[in-house]
């Protein structure tokens, strides 16, 4: 038996994608607005709305974004955040059980995300899933900025070709990224955008980690 696969590596986003943190997102700056006095906003509302870069969705909740002020909203909530985060959130269903199957159906895989590299690596060690990646490749700040120039230079140095790769997010900053590397995206419904934002863009959707593998998981074929 030989695999016939489209792909050969796939580039996993974290937040969101791999780790179930948007309700966390939403009580952190639910009470970010509170403590100033500001209008909350659901989880709906927020799915609908969040984006990239994140200082035009912290404008349009309210807070004052000179820069300044985007510089302390963001550190309180990175503080808040990070000081739930590694308790209260878990990975999403199946996870574990995805990664270890696509593993063994031999694609390799890496994170890119937006996340702090320290806060990423933390991550990746407590949920005990670094064995699958052959890298972990965060940001350098705490605004979520740099993730297409680290990918960009991530794609330099893989062995596949773009066309070999996909890009796994939940986001359509997600897909700007994988646009601006010349990879496929596969966006999931589960994270921090609504189905309705992704639904449009000529992409696959896909609903959880076990429906992805309808797109990933290689077919078998009898060697000839």
């Known amino acids: 038996?030989?695999?016939n696969s489209r792909y050969h590596h796939i580039i996993w986003d974290w937040n969101g994608t791999l780790l179930d943190d948007t309700w966390l997102c939403v009580e952190v700056l639910n009470?970010?607005?509170?403590?100033?006095?500001?209008?909350?906003?659901n989880p709906d509302e927020y799915r609908k709305q969040f984006g990239f870069p994140?200082?035009?969705?912290?404008?349009?909740?309210?807070?004052?974004v000179d820069l300044d002020s985007f510089e302390s909203v963001s550190r309180a909530f990175v503080d808040a955040y990070e000081a739930r985060w590694l308790r209260e959130c878990s990975l999403h269903s199946d996870a574990e059980s995805v990664l270890?199957?696509?593993s063994d159906e031999g694609l390799s895989h890496s994170v890119l995300s937006a996340a702090k590299q320290e806060?990423?690596?933390?991550?990746?060690a407590h949920y005990g899933i670094g064995s699958h990646f052959t890298a972990v490749i965060g940001t350098d700040n705490i605004h979520a900025l740099g993730k297409v120039e680290q990918g960009r230079a991530w794609?330099?140095?893989?062995?596949?070709?773009?066309?070999?790769?996909?890009l796994v997010g939940d986001t359509l900053h997600d897909l700007e990224v994988?646009?601006?590397i010349g990879c496929d995206c596969i966006l999931m419904t589960h994270g921090h955008h609504c189905p309705s934002r992704l639904g449009d863009r000529g992409v696959p959707l896909a609903n959880s980690l076990l429906e992805l593998l309808d797109y990933l998981a290689p077919q078998r074929v009898a060697s000839e």
Do not use: C, K, N
């Open 100 to 102: 270890g199957r696509l």
């Open 119 to 124: 806060t990423l690596d933390d991550g990746i």
């Open 1 to 3: 038996m030989q695999m």
């Open 178 to 180: 994988a646009e601006a």
């Open 54 to 64: 994140v200082i035009h969705f912290y404008d349009y909740l309210g807070f004052d």
């Open 155 to 166: 794609m330099a140095r893989l062995d596949w070709p773009p066309e070999a790769v996909v």
């Open 31 to 41: 009470g970010l607005l509170t403590e100033r006095e500001r209008s909350t906003i």
